[in-house]
Each structure stands twice: as C-alpha cells, then as structure tokens.
C-alpha cells in the first residue's frame, strides 16, 4: 500500500479512536456516579431524594431541595446579568467599534477567561459581598452578611461574561458582511440593522452560546462556594444565603464519610448535576431544532 | 436626478483603488460599467450609496454629486442617501425573515405608511412589477430563503423598489443566475429604466451590448472610456478599450 494513503488510514483510525473515547468518558463517568449513588437510592425513593428539603445527614435523611433550588437560583441570577452585559459588548466589538478598540479589548476578554476562579472568588469576598450587606441588603431587611444569592449570582456572571462575549462574537461574525450592506442599503441604521437582521440571523446561534455557558455556570464551584453562604435552606429571595450543589460538594467530600449513605448521598447530588447539565442541554438542542427547521 | 462623480479619488490604506474618476450618469438611463476584475467598478458603486463607510481605513476625495447634492463628507444624512440609491448585489441575500417582511423591511424601518394596508399594497404592487407575485401569492409568509435563486434575486429587486428610490446599482446582479433567470432579471431592468435611473456592473460585454444605453470602460481604476453605447462599443477611441472589447484580456 502506498505510504500516504497508510498515514491517511491511520489517521483516520486513530482520530476515530480518540473521539470514540471522549464520548465513552461521559458514558463512565455517568455510570460511575450511578453506582457510587446506589446506595443511597436503594434507601429512599427518588422522589424524596429529589423534593425533600430535609437535610439530616446523622439521621440518614437526604432531602436536596434546597440545594437544587441553590443552584438554579444562582445561575438564573448569574444569566440574567450577564446576558444583557455579554450581548451588548459583542455586539458593540463585532458591529461598532473601530478596530484599535478591538485590539484593546479582545486580550483583555482572554485574560478575564483565564483568570482561576479563585480570584474572582477574592474578588467577591472583599468588594460584592460587603456591598451587599452595606449598601443593598440595609434597605430590605435588617441584617445580611452579604453572602447571599446576589452575591453569587453576581460573581458567577462576571465569570460567564468574557465565555459569552467570545462565543457572541463568534456567532455575530459569521452574518455574511453582504446581509448587512443589503440592509444598510435600504436606508436602515446601524442599530436596525443589529437588530433586525444581525440578531435576527443569529438567534438559534445565541441561544446555544447561552446555553453552553448556562451549563458552565451550573457546574461552578469555587468562587461560587465563597460568596455563597453555604446555609442549607431553599432561598426565598435573592438575598438570602444558598447552597448550590457544586459547593456541597466540594465542602463535604473527604469528610465524615464514615457516616452511613453520606459518601453516596454526595455521589447523588453529583449525578443530579450532571443530569441537569444533560438535560438541559438536550431541550435547548432539540428546541433549536424546531425553530430552525420552521426557518429553513 | 442624475449621479455626477468629480474627481472622485478612492484609498483603502495605501492603495490607490479609483484615480481620479468623472462620470456623468444621465437620467432614466442605463449605465453600463465594464471592465476586467478589481479595475474598481464595485468600489464605485459602494462609494455612489456610501456603503464604503463601513470598510475599514477608506478615504475619499472628490465630490458625488446626486441630485446636485454632494453625498461625500457630511453631506446629507446618508439613510436617505440609501433609501435613495437602490441596491441589487451579485449574489441574491434575502433577509432571515418571510417573502413579505424582506419587501415591507425598509418600508417599515423607513416608516413610509401608516396604515397596513398600504404596506400589504405596496408589497404586492412590487411583487408584481418584478414578475414574482404569481409565483409566490399563496407563500408570502415563508421564508424568503426556501425560494430558488432566482426568484430570490427578484424578490431583493422587489425589496429596492419597495422603497421608492430614484436611481437602481446593480452591482454583476446576473452573474450568479442561470441563464433564463438571468434573462428575467435582464429583462426586468430594461422594462424599469422608464422610471429609474440604472447603474449596471457587469462582466458580460454580450449584456451591456444588449441592454446598454452608455457604457463606462473602467481600467485599473481609472476610466478610460465612457459615452453612448453604440459610439463605445463601435467606435471606441482609446487602443486599450479596442483591446478589451476584441477580447484581448477579461
């Protein structure tokens, strides 16, 4: 056989070995988190796990309610300021701005990326959290520590800012320059233009980059678990303290173990995590589809 | 209502793209602009509505005079500059959104009709006078992307007209067609020269021959020949204008 056309197989063979891998990782790591969460499932019913808000370690009672609510309530929070925040600045740095702007910006988005969570964490320990308890909280209720799901929320979605503005940008720069012009040509402003044409085009792409970040947001533990009170209880309002299950998590494995169902109890808020990261990535999948199948 | 470019000189950075450019484009007229690739017939079209703006380190000198008005500088505001100056490009690009909103756009963002009833008027007048209404009257709410090429290319003809403009760049709007849509939209623009006046780039010389009234010759961004068609395409005076149109180079 010719040499080149061997590389090519081989090639082939092993690219397709390695996604094959990737792909049976999740399956593992899935199956393994089942396992390890049997226990606790052969002891309590799913239900009661999942809408109980019990949360009794020593007594054997695992209700993760509150923990779930945590999480949803933080992320929903992170989302909705970060959203606006990422789809404004890229559709400023992709539609507006000069391009000496762009060169000042860009790195500056890829250092906020690649700064560890810890820092931001710091971050909302010594600036947001004080605010809060100081400046905002003082006119809701008489006391707040400051960490609370605001705090979090807000940390968080500094956090997703610069993912969600290079995945926007991404999106907005594939809109074919000559879709503008035709616009632009019919007497429209830039700004009808963005927002008639440019969103318009890219929604089913601006969805799936909000999503992506929405399940990067939900597995976020760190700087999360700093700001977030760590106080078990379903939070009625953002500003009181939560428990997302990432933070749970990272505060209790290794500890206590040797108390009965406990090292599965966490292994299930581990699967609970990752189903709702699945599941939710599945919806949006599939609601993408309808609307760009009625589009075609 | 005719477009007059004096002395107009285009830069992209360094680079010189149109030296020292005078045309006149006569009224309800149509304009052919001939020439090999990157001699700067597309730049000129995009400096007439100055969609050039948005290229990135541009710098014009010289006066565009449409209307008498010069539409370099800060000149009149440049939307109804547009709104103007209709635009079709080479390849069809409808807009993401249904057969009727890609023509009742810029009627809508140009606030033109108070009432929806004028609008749905104005939309179908339009779909009828590029031939288009019969084949899409059932469909006008699906998307404009399901249409063939063709017909896409019509319907942004249609989405020009909407507007009312006075003056119609079509910017090779045949190239990518095949050839019997190509012989619509030909057609098409010759039936619309009574009430527009039209500027055509084009690559085939068979088609400024047919439909031409005046012919600009364009070179390495300089004009080297322009008139009436016939004098041009008959009698052409420059040596490198005999050269094209024998088919020397393209």
Request: charged share 20%.
């Given at each position: 056989?010719?040499?080149?056309?061997?590389?090519?197989?081989?090639?082939h063979?092993v690219?397709?070995?390695?996604s094959?891998f990737?792909?049976?990782?999740?399956?593992?790591?899935?199956?393994?988190?089942?396992l390890?969460?049997?226990?606790?499932?052969?002891?309590?019913?799913?239900?009661?796990?999942?809408?109980?808000?019990?949360?009794?370690?020593?007594k054997?009672?695992?209700?993760?309610l509150?923990?779930?609510?945590?999480?949803?309530?933080?992320?929903?929070?992170?989302?909705i300021?970060?959203?606006?925040?990422?789809?404004?600045?890229?559709l400023?740095?992709?539609?507006?701005a000069?391009?000496?702007?762009?060169?000042?910006v860009f790195?500056?988005?890829?250092?906020?990326?690649?700064?560890?969570?810890?820092?931001?964490?710091v971050?909302?320990?010594?600036?947001?959290?004080?605010?809060?308890?100081?400046?905002?909280?003082?006119?809701?209720?008489?006391?707040?520590?400051?960490?609370?799901?605001?705090?979090?929320?807000?940390v968080?979605?500094v956090?997703?800012?610069p993912?969600?503005?290079?995945?926007?940008?991404?999106?907005?720069?594939?809109?074919?320059?000559?879709?503008?012009d035709?616009?632009?040509?019919?007497?429209?402003?830039?700004?009808?233009?963005?927002r008639?044409?440019?969103?318009?085009?890219?929604?089913?792409?601006?969805?799936?980059?909000?999503?992506?970040?929405?399940s990067?947001?939900?597995g976020?533990?760190?700087?999360?678990?700093?700001?977030?009170?760590?106080?078990?209880?379903?939070?009625?309002?953002?500003?009181e303290?939560?428990?997302?299950?990432?933070?749970?998590?990272?505060?209790?494995?290794?500890?206590?173990?040797?108390?009965?169902?406990?090292?599965?109890?966490?292994m299930?808020?581990?699967?609970?995590?990752?189903?709702?990261?699945?599941?939710?990535?599945?919806?949006?999948?599939?609601?993408?589809?309808?609307?760009?199948?009625?589009?075609e | 209502?005719?477009?007059?470019v004096?002395?107009?000189?285009?830069?992209?950075?360094?680079?010189?793209?149109?030296?020292?450019?005078?045309?006149?484009?006569?009224?309800k007229?149509i304009?052919?602009?001939?020439?090999p690739?990157?001699?700067?017939?597309?730049?000129?079209?995009?400096?007439?509505?100055?969609?050039?703006?948005?290229?990135?380190h541009?710098?014009?000198?010289?006066?565009?005079?449409?209307?008498?008005?010069?539409?370099?500088?800060?000149?009149?505001?440049?939307?109804?500059?547009?709104?103007?100056?209709?635009?079709?490009?080479?390849?069809?690009?409808?807009l993401?959104?249904?057969?009727?909103?890609?023509?009742a756009?810029?009627?809508?963002?140009?606030?033109?009709?108070?009432?929806?009833?004028?609008?749905?008027?104005?939309?179908?007048?339009?779909?009828q006078?590029?031939?288009?209404?019969e084949?899409v009257?059932?469909?006008?709410?699906?998307?404009?992307?399901?249409?063939s090429?063709?017909?896409?290319?019509r319907?942004?003809?249609?989405?020009?007209?909407?507007?009312?403009?006075?003056?119609?760049?079509?910017?090779e709007?045949?190239?990518?067609?095949?050839?019997?849509?190509?012989?619509?939209?030909?057609?098409?623009?010759v039936?619309?020269?009574?009430?527009?006046?039209?500027?055509?780039?084009?690559?085939?010389?068979?088609?400024?021959?047919r439909?031409?009234?005046n012919?600009?010759f364009?070179?390495?961004?300089?004009?080297?020949?322009?008139?009436?068609?016939?004098?041009?395409?008959?009698?052409p005076?420059?040596?490198?204008t005999q050269?094209?149109?024998?088919?020397?180079?393209?």
């Amino acid at each position: 056989m010719n040499s080149r056309i061997l590389k090519d197989r081989t090639a082939h063979f092993v690219m397709l070995c390695m996604s094959l891998f990737a792909i049976l990782l999740v399956l593992l790591m899935a199956a393994g988190l089942y396992l390890k969460s049997h226990p606790v499932l052969e002891a309590h019913s799913l239900w009661k796990l999942l809408f109980s808000s019990e949360w009794r370690p020593m007594k054997g009672e695992f209700g993760f309610l509150p923990f779930i609510m945590g999480t949803i309530w933080v992320t929903q929070v992170a989302i909705i300021f970060a959203l606006p925040v990422s789809l404004l600045t890229a559709l400023f740095l992709t539609e507006y701005a000069k391009p000496f702007v762009k060169r000042l910006v860009f790195p500056a988005l890829d250092i906020l990326a690649a700064l560890p969570s810890v820092i931001y964490g710091v971050w909302g320990v010594l600036v947001i959290v004080p605010i809060i308890s100081k400046r905002i909280a003082p006119h809701f209720m008489d006391f707040s520590s400051g960490y609370t799901v605001l705090a979090a929320g807000v940390v968080l979605g500094v956090m997703i800012v610069p993912l969600l503005v290079s995945l926007f940008i991404e999106v907005f720069s594939n809109v074919p320059m000559e879709l503008r012009d035709a616009s632009l040509a019919l007497g429209a402003t830039k700004w009808q233009t963005t927002r008639k044409v440019v969103l318009r085009k890219t929604f089913t792409g601006v969805v799936a980059a909000t999503v992506l970040s929405v399940s990067r947001a939900m597995g976020e533990t760190i700087a999360v678990l700093m700001v977030c009170g760590c106080v078990i209880g379903i939070p009625q309002g953002v500003l009181e303290a939560c428990y997302p299950i990432p933070a749970l998590i990272a505060n209790n494995y290794g500890e206590m173990l040797s108390m009965p169902y406990y090292e599965a109890a966490l292994m299930f808020a581990a699967l609970i995590l990752f189903a709702v990261v699945l599941i939710f990535n599945l919806l949006s999948r599939m609601v993408l589809y309808r609307i760009e199948k009625k589009e075609e | 209502m005719a477009i007059e470019v004096k002395n107009l000189n285009v830069y992209i950075k360094e680079n010189h793209i149109l030296k020292d450019v005078n045309i006149l484009f006569p009224e309800k007229q149509i304009t052919c602009i001939i020439g090999p690739s990157g001699c700067g017939k597309s730049t000129l079209l995009r400096t007439l509505n100055r969609l050039i703006d948005s290229t990135e380190h541009v710098r014009l000198e010289g006066q565009v005079l449409v209307d008498g008005v010069d539409v370099i500088g800060s000149g009149p505001e440049i939307t109804e500059l547009r709104r103007k100056i209709g635009l079709v490009s080479q390849r069809p690009c409808p807009l993401p959104m249904s057969i009727f909103d890609n023509v009742a756009y810029g009627c809508r963002i140009n606030r033109m009709y108070r009432k929806h009833r004028q609008l749905i008027w104005n939309v179908q007048k339009q779909l009828q006078a590029v031939g288009l209404w019969e084949e899409v009257r059932g469909r006008v709410r699906t998307p404009a992307s399901r249409l063939s090429i063709g017909q896409q290319q019509r319907l942004c003809l249609a989405r020009s007209l909407a507007v009312e403009p006075e003056y119609i760049l079509a910017d090779e709007a045949t190239s990518a067609l095949d050839p019997i849509s190509s012989k619509t939209v030909e057609d098409l623009f010759v039936s619309l020269k009574n009430d527009y006046t039209i500027l055509m780039v084009t690559h085939t010389l068979r088609q400024a021959l047919r439909i031409a009234d005046n012919v600009v010759f364009m070179y390495m961004g300089e004009v080297v020949e322009s008139g009436p068609a016939d004098s041009v395409f008959h009698h052409p005076q420059a040596e490198l204008t005999q050269k094209y149109l024998s088919g020397a180079f393209s």
